[in-house]
């Protein structure tokens, strides 16, 4: 490898350089919050990459993104309880539940608001998200509830750090996610298309791709993901009609850290912050403070490239 490909090769890979920084140094420091960041961040980054792909081809604000993830907790919780099913095998009818639900839910509502502004998105997709949540509220009630699995609660030590191996799956479901994605844009005819629908709509159009139904795929396909997050949060989550909530907020912010369609960018963001929030929850007396680190760091973000942009 010549000097100029090894200084391209560094570039191209520089978030993944930085992710491995920094979990190295905090594995050296804190070596708990290293390893409870890394598996909290990557389902932080679960959730948020389908949101990435919404945004960044459909181009669709989905305030409804952490309902959808907590419905797809339902019907986990559903064929667990009525079919004695895996929560991990339940992944797949999951997966094409949601797809189906996603699909029926675009041509109904959200492909009446495509030419419109960014705040009828929003209250459209901010009523979608209050139907769900009353839904499961009616259906379910406000009752916690629970699955049990027996491998959910095992545990290793390594070096002297004792954790739980389950949420290693949150890592691994994290990078499988990221390498279909990845592959389905750069090997697939339709990834391909859609990754053209993302740069330039018009010009897709022009050479005859069908716009329409790239996005109706991508918004489905974007609600199906959040099966896979369910499935694998079930075991070590109560469940409840907003479980999913918080992660709309923190999806929103992984996107602005890393871009519009940068997917490789929520990965790593999501990994970075939760290592962040690790941190803070390991300093006694400090633990409520955790979340403030998504928004104290997306604050930060906005302002630099704000003044990056200006200094241009």
């Keep these: 490898m010549t000097d100029l490909e090894s200084i391209s090769f560094m570039r191209k890979h520089r978030n993944l350089f930085l992710l ?5 140094v905090v594995a050296i420091w804190k070596p708990h919050a290293a390893i409870y960041g890394l598996q909290r961040g990557s389902l932080y980054s679960l959730v948020g990459l389908p949101l990435s792909l919404t945004l960044g081809v459909v181009g669709i604000m989905n305030l409804a993104h952490g309902d959808f993830l907590s419905l797809g907790i339902y019907f986990v919780y559903l064929f667990a309880t009525n079919l004695g099913m895996d929560p991990l095998v339940s992944i797949i009818p999951v997966f094409f539940l949601l797809f189906g639900l996603g699909v029926v839910i675009y041509k109904l509502t959200i492909t009446r608001v495509m030419k419109s502004g960014h705040l009828n998105q929003l209250l459209l997709t901010f009523g979608i998200s209050m139907i769900l949540l009353e839904a499961m509220n009616l259906i379910w009630t406000s009752r916690p509830r629970s699955v049990y699995v027996e491998y959910s609660s095992s545990s290793t030590t390594i070096a002297g750090v004792r954790f739980g191996t389950y949420e290693l799956l949150y890592v691994v479901f994290a990078f ?3 390498i279909a994605l990845q ?3 750069k090997k697939t005819r339709l990834g ?6 993302g740069q330039n709509p018009q010009g897709a159009k022009i050479v005859g791709i069908n716009t329409g139904f790239v996005y109706l795929f991508v918004f489905g396909i974007s609600i199906a993901i959040l099966g896979i997050a369910a499935g694998v949060m079930v075991p070590r989550f109560a469940i ?6 918080a992660f709309t907020m923190k999806s929103f912010c992984l996107v602005a850290m890393a871009g519009l369609g940068n997917l490789t960018g929520i990965l790593v ?3 970075v912050l939760g290592v962040g929030e690790a941190i ?12 403030i ?7 930060a973000v906005i302002m630099i490239r704000s003044l990056r942009r200006q200094s241009l």
């Design 176 to 178: 499988a996610v990221l």
């Design 280 to 291: 803070v929850q390991s300093i006694p007396g400090y633990a409520g403070w955790s979340d």
């Design 293 to 299: 680190v998504f928004f104290g760091v997306l604050i």
């Design 192 to 197: 391909q298309a859609t990754f053209a629908v």
């Design 240 to 245: 409840f009609p907003s479980v999913g909530s």
């Design 20 to 24: 491995i920084a920094v979990i190295v």
């Design 269 to 271: 963001s999501g990994i």
């Design 183 to 185: 592959l389905f844009l």
